[in-house]
């Protein structure tokens, strides 16, 4: 079996379209929360928000060249020592695959020196979701609302 070699890159004001293709590859999600998928307006606007926003990140997750998925995340949030992981999305396509356990475990360790917890953010009701973050090792925290729940995991 080839070696996936799934990485994640910060993005760039470049990424705009690279991040819409994953989302129109992703129209479950969207429907899931009751949106639309975003146009490439949209997107290109969500992307200045966060290159502005000194507490955002968000990564591209990559196979070799390819876009399979994405992942925002905000730093000390809730509050200091912590971060949320606001969205992470793997394009349709390429689920089931391991790209987000791996994107999260990668994410997990860049985090590790600096962040004592991290948390999920699960929009909707999403079993597949809450799966996946219990499977990882995250424990459920709190509902947010009628439709957020929060996980988290201790890091450090």
Known sequence: MPTRT?????ITSGDAE???RVYAQSPGHFERIGIEVPALADVEREVDTILSDPQRRAYLIRDGEQAVGYLDLKQRYPSEGEATVTLILIAEPYRGRG???TAIADLEAMLAHDTQRLYAAVYGHNPGAVAFWKKLGYRYLKDGG???SWYYKRLS
């Not at 799934?6 to 910060?10: F, I, K, N, S």
């Open 18 to 20: 690279a991040i819409q």
């Open 6 to 10: 799934v990485q994640l890159h910060p």
């Open 99 to 101: 790209y987000g356990h």
């Open 146 to 148: 009628p439709t957020l």
